[in-house]
T-cell receptor
């Protein structure tokens, strides 16, 4: 029971490239949440997904960012044409249905050069 | 919308000192309240939670009581250790939010020997 797995742990991209962050929820968890943590700031909600459905994307930037949670495989947070301001730690969390208690992964640190 | 406000850090204490980190919230209905801890370079770990008014959450010597009359959930520990040095986040999960957490900005705690 490995908990929430995120990879890669560190990701370096040049401006204009694409970044793909992966998250495998804890076994038995069907809800996935993505958060972004900017330096010296708290965690900001980005998106909440269930299998094959986006439930709440109120925190997602309108452009360049997308997320999916397919029927099979991990959830993916995709950032197209990255800019320096996208540099941050991105955390994934999962939960069972109806529970407010989230289990977090160790995060992906994205650095944009 | 729902929000969480924490006391600003950093908080620096000597070992065995008493700790209080203030947290207040704004929410409609009856949210669940949480404290998460983030050690350097790691993801967030649930420290304690309370789901209804007057509940007291406790873990590892930390306590927090859900006070609806003052909309507060202050974190306390009677005697801190160097190993408690971390960033502490207060969070709420509101009604009908699908488990989404709203975080405060975090409070960094540094405990000196």
């Amino acid at each position: 029971n490995a908990g929430v797995m995120q990879n890669p742990r560190h990701l370096v991209r040049r401006r204009g490239q694409e970044a793909r962050l992966r998250c495998s929820p804890m076994k038995g968890h069907s809800h996935v949440y993505w958060y972004r943590q900017l330096p010296e700031e708290g965690l900001k909600f980005m998106v909440y997904l269930q299998k094959e459905n986006i439930i709440d994307e109120s925190g997602m930037p309108k452009e360049r960012f997308s997320a999916e949670f397919p029927k099979e495989g991990p959830s993916i947070l995709r950032i197209q044409q990255v800019v320096r301001g996208d540099s941050a730690a991105y955390f994934c969390a999962s939960s069972r249905i109806g529970q407010g208690e989230l289990l977090f992964g160790s995060g992906t640190q994205l650095s944009v050069l | 919308g729902d929000s969480v406000t924490q006391m600003e850090g950093p908080v620096t204490l000597s070992e065995e000192a008493f700790l209080t980190i203030n947290c207040t919230y704004t929410a409609t209905g009856y949210p669940s309240l949480f404290w998460y801890v983030q050690y350097p370079g790691e993801g967030l770990q649930l420290l304690l939670k309370a789901t209804k008014a007057d509940d007291k959450g406790s873990n590892k010597g930390f306590e927090a009581t859900y006070r609806k009359e003052t909309t507060s959930f202050h974190l306390e520990k009677g005697s801190v250790q160097v190993s408690d040095s971390a960033v502490y986040f207060c969070a709420l999960s509101g009604d009908n939010q699908g488990g989404k957490l709203i975080f405060g900005q975090g409070t960094e705690l540094s405990v000196k020997p």
